[in-house]
């Protein structure tokens, strides 16, 4: 396998296809350049509820754009109730399996219900629309209940992640503002319990905004309540009404607020307004997964992320689909869940990343050779490049060589899927994104802003505002400004390297900043030195992503100590543990490297590239003229055979 080989589309996937043919590819991609707002307008019109109409599609007001200018809709009345009108109230909108082996098929009526009745619990309490609300669950369908419940009242919600830790959810309550907690006694992960009250508990004692706790319980597990601000979830439901009428809120109206890491200690928020994010992730929704009214979907990310935003919750519910989601590890009872639920549910479409590829090709092919996967018609990959071995095998192993692969790139401040091959169109190659989407204008340029030539490195960079993008750094737009738009001037920055081929296919190389990729979980530098020396016996410390066969990245520390006697090996243990308990479990550093100094250039800046060179290479080959003190690269890069 090379980087060259090409799978082009199946006839028969073409004859099926939304979009069917390279030529139909092409005129969905020049009418969206030539004439945008008509383009987008156009999708807009042809599946949406708006309350009221737009005055005009788009206002650029460098750098804040809005999309569907004046128009008011909701996002929840658009994944409800418009199916109940159009035919889909008895179709499954959800259908759900706990790690346990507990399994809940939600119609699209029933959901409406569900989000109806939570709606009004919030209302009986006292939110409105402009409020927020933070959602820190485990993958139940109360969930997406939750987030539907809050698009419905015009509540801005932000979802935490359920493996984040008591300090990055207060951090997040915080930043946000929010004045209700939405949680969980706790979920099921490889049949342990994820305490997430406690971490709420933890959390909230320094959160003196928030009023109410609101505990839906899924484990059972005897928790402590706190008297006037915990409540549980099927006691404020007893006797409300499972009608509520969805608010009519602006099209740039806030949705969602994600938190992602950049490139400093602090977590940004990322704003995703009404409109444009409900309108390019439902398009992209169709035109990327081929999505037909009986397909079977399952995308395995968490909803915690923005994957599971856009393409587990609003894209498939806005586009009628019956959308899969799974509570557990995919090895809990055994290596072969994934494959099991595949076969029990007749997915459709798999959805994916390349580190969870990687863990099951190491299980061995029997797991998956265990199950009847002639369901599957599509697969999708999604959150690091995945290496072309990894996609062989997805393709070989469980697409049988009948399913097109779709490797999508794209970010949370995108909102929605970028570059990727339309299925029934754009020949493949593994490890390339292949084309952009209609109405993405990407290009590899230097840091003047010049395109670099076919094949060249650079950086990606977007030339013009899409739907779905990023509106601001919740209350940051000066960062928003200068992080994305005053790098290289007048584009959007993705901080990812590529470069383009002779065919015009894109090939992502990885992030140009301090940002690690772990499990296809964007990951900061900054944000683990900074939790490394809030610990007493840590003087300094430098963080650098480590090639991983697995998750792509691993995190590797290099710590000085202050002063005193210290056992290395317990202290290394505990720093570990530490890390995890201030982020969360997915931060854990695989290796802490105590040091006596770390390489630093005459000005005080760690030289975190040298780092970066001594964990992949152990050698050092870069310039380092600007060292302040050279024997330290030698002695680091000498350390591990010591050891
Ligand atoms: C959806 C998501 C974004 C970063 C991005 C890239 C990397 C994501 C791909 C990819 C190569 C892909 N959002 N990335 N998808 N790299 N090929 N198909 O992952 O905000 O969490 O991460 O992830 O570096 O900038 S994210």
Redesign the pocket.
Known sequence: MTETSTYAPKPEFVAQANVSGMEAYRELYRRAEETPEEFWAEVAEREFDWFEKWSHVFEWNPPFAKWFVGAKTNVAYNCLDRHLKNGRAQKIAILWEGEPGDERKITYQELHSMVCRFANVLKNRGYKSGDRAIIYMPMIPELPVAMLACARLGITHSVVFGGFSAEALKARIKDLGATVVITADGGWRRAKEVKLKAAVDEALLECPDVRDVIVRKRTGSDIPMKDGRDHWWHDLEEGVSSECPAEPVDAEHPLYVLY?SGTTGQPKGILHTTGGYMVQTTATMRWVFDLKENDVYWCSADIG???GHSYIVYGPLAAGATTVIYEGAPDTPAFDRWWSIVERHRITILYTSPTAIRALIRQGDEWPNKHDLSSLRLLG??????NPAAWEWYYRVIGKQRCPIV???????TGSIMIAPLPGAIPTKPGS?TLPLPGVLPQVVDMSGKPVGVDQEGFLVIRRPWPAMIRTIWGDPKRYESQYWGRVPGVYF???AARCDADGYYW?L??VDDVM?VS???LSTMEVESALVRHPAVAEAAVVGKPHEITGQAVCCFVTLKQGNHDHNALGTELRKWVAHEIGAFARPEEIRFTEALPKTRSGKIMRRLLREIVTTRTVTGDVTTLEDLTVVTRLAAQRDEE
């Open positions: 992602t992320w923005v994957t990959s999604v959150g690091e490049p995945i490797d999508t790139w794209w970010q949370t401040e994104g993705t901080g990812d992502i990885g992030r990729n296809g979980h964007r």
